[in-house]
T-cell receptor
Framework: QKEVEQDPGPLSVPEGAIVSLNCTYSNSAFQYFMWYRQYSRKGPELLMY????GNKEDGRFTAQVDKSSKYISLFIRDSQPSDSATYLCAIPSGGTSYGKLTFGQGTILTVHP | DVKVTQSSRYLVKRTGEKVFLECVQD?????MFWYRQDPGLGLRLIYF???????EKGDIPEGYSVSREKKERFSLILESASTNQTSMYLC??????????????FGDGTRLSIL
């Protein structure tokens, strides 16, 4: 079983829709969870960073962690065409040393006007 | 802002050539990473380094080596390029902090084609 699994999509939604992106993970010891956004022909950039369970909100974006189900989600409200990108979940996998991250496969999102 | 710079955006090489990919970061980060990104496979870690002259294998090190002679520079070497190494290569860096997990900062990638 992979440490982190993510549905690659692609996902296509109309402008204004609520988008839900999800990952599952296998190791219940994981406590930090990250979401990266990657625009076409660019490197990934950190979007949100959460610790342990619960929700974290930043503007139109909400990151949610359900540790009992080992499930993490990223919600985008009022989605815009500028949100079209690949979204990757990432989990630190080497303890706190060395900063290793394990990434999901990435979900390709297209928001059409 | 952290800047991670990869020397080439696009590179075309021939089978059997020795290929060097260069990465420089300007934030005095201890950790540096090399990934390759392929459709359907996501980001896969090739090698990483947590200090000058230190290196650790990632998940797919075969056919690659790395060099870190200076803190700001991390080089990926394809010893004898093969067509299955055609991919997008991404470099990243992060701060070493033992009591928390620091995010990685990425360059914009080098799209390498091996003919």
């Amino acid at each position: 079983q992979k440490e982190v699994e993510q549905d690659p999509g692609p996902l296509s939604v109309p402008e204004g829709a609520i988008v839900s992106l999800n990952c599952t993970y296998s190791n219940s010891a994981f406590q930090y969870f990250m979401w990266y956004r990657q625009y076409s022909r660019k490197g990934p950039e950190l979007l949100m960073y959460t610790y342990s369970s619960g929700n974290k909100e930043d503007g139109r974006f909400t990151a949610q962690v359900d540790k009992s189900s080992k499930y993490i989600s990223l919600f985008i409200r009022d989605s815009q065409p500028s949100d079209s990108a690949t979204y990757l979940c990432a989990i630190p996998s080497g303890g706190t040393s060395y900063g290793k991250l394990t990434f999901g496969q990435g979900t390709i999102l297209t928001v059409h006007p | 802002d952290v800047k991670v710079t990869q020397s080439s955006r696009y590179l075309v090489k021939r089978t059997g050539e020795k290929v060097f990919l260069e990465c420089v970061q300007d934030m005095d980060h201890e950790n540096m990473f090399w990934y390759r990104q392929d459709p359907g496979l996501g980001l896969r870690l090739i090698y990483f380094s947590y200090d000058v002259k230190m290196k650790e294998k990632g998940d797919i090190p075969e056919g690659y080596s790395v060099s870190r002679e200076k803190k700001e520079r991390f080089s990926l070497i394809l010893e004898s390029a093969s067509t299955n190494q055609t991919s997008m290569y991404l470099c990243a860096s992060s701060l070493l902090q033992l009591d928390s997990n620091q995010p990685q900062h990425f360059g914009d990638g080098t799209r390498l084609s091996i003919l």
